[in-house]
């Protein structure tokens, strides 16, 4: 019988899995929080657009939808690892839940994950 692979945190059924390695398997409950900054990979910036603008001024590269349910400003304090402060301009969009998405390089399987060994019973 084959199973599937489990959170490493809480022990729940995975459907996330970080793919550089393989072995790290989330649920849905522990891959994210309201409180994670999120990864800088999926962070956007409100000055985007002007780096292509060849000197003229653009539009701002601006999030839609309602703050700190759609999206939120990405914030940390320097006792974090650096400050980074609304006035930055970076902004991550949230999940249904306002939580930031993980890293790309996590994929997501509502189905979960079977684990690479299977068990005599």
Same mark, same amino acid.
């Given at each position: #019988?084959?199973?599937?692979?489990?959170?490493? &945190?809480?022990?729940?059924?995975?459907? +996330? *899995?970080?793919? =550089?390695?393989?072995?790290?398997?989330?649920?849905?409950?522990?891959?994210?929080?309201?409180?994670?900054?999120?990864?800088?990979?999926?962070?956007?910036?409100?000055?985007?657009?002007?780096?292509?603008?060849?000197?003229?001024? #653009?539009?701002?590269?601006?999030?839609?939808? &309602?703050?700190?349910?759609?999206?939120? +400003? *990405?914030?940390? =304090?320097?006792?974090?690892?650096?400050?980074?402060?609304?006035?930055?301009?970076?902004?991550?969009?949230?999940?249904?839940?306002?939580?930031?998405?993980?890293?790309?390089?996590?994929?997501?399987?509502?189905?979960?994950?079977?684990?690479?060994?299977?068990?005599?019973?």
């Amino acid at each position: #019988m084959n199973t599937k692979e489990s959170c490493i &945190i809480c022990g729940k059924e995975a459907v +996330w *899995v970080y793919m =550089p390695q393989g072995d790290s398997y989330y649920c849905d409950d522990c891959i994210s929080n309201k409180d994670d900054i999120g990864c800088s990979c999926n962070w956007e910036n409100v000055n985007d657009n002007r780096l292509y603008s060849d000197g003229k001024d #653009m539009t701002d590269h601006l999030p839609e939808g &309602i703050e700190n349910i759609n999206w939120r +400003w *990405v914030e940390q =304090p320097e006792s974090h690892g650096g400050k980074i402060s609304k006035e930055d301009g970076y902004w991550i969009t949230l999940d249904n839940r306002q939580r930031p998405y993980p890293c790309c390089e996590y994929e997501y399987s509502e189905n979960g994950f079977y684990t690479f060994e299977y068990r005599k019973y």
